[in-house]
């Protein structure tokens, strides 16, 4: 059964830290390029942060750049997002992605609340 299942999500303050991880299972996870989108309520799922198959490669946000860093690890079919100096507007459930080709592969996402 292909899935991604996401967890770490929760309730955190202004400046606080947060890490979210997303476990493969089903498919050759090492093959795959991974991303994290975000979609805030009435907002369109916007893409956070995506890194290649082999870890090589990386890109952000305008607006998490500096802030938040993801990871793989191929060994444990999983991937990361380090959430550091959060804001409320990082508020929204964040997915994971994997997509090789033209297969994506979707998480059910984990809900990120940045409050005081």
């Known amino acids: 059964q292909v899935q991604l299942v996401e967890s770490g999500g929760g309730l955190v303050q202004p400046g606080g830290s947060l890490r979210l991880s997303c476990a493969a299972s089903g498919f050759t996870f090492s093959s795959y390029a991974l991303s994290w989108y975000r979609q805030a309520p009435g907002k369109e799922r916007e893409l956070v942060a995506a890194i290649t198959s082999t870890g090589g490669n990386t890109n952000y946000a305008d607006s998490v750049k500096g802030r938040f860093t993801i990871s793989r690890d191929n060994a444990k079919n999983t991937v990361y997002l380090q959430m550091n100096s959060l804001k409320p507007e990082d508020t929204a459930v964040y997915y994971c992605?994997?997509?090789?080709?033209?297969?994506?592969?979707w998480g059910q996402g984990t809900q990120v609340t940045v409050s005081s």
């Open positions: 992605k994997a997509r090789r080709m033209s297969a994506n592969v």
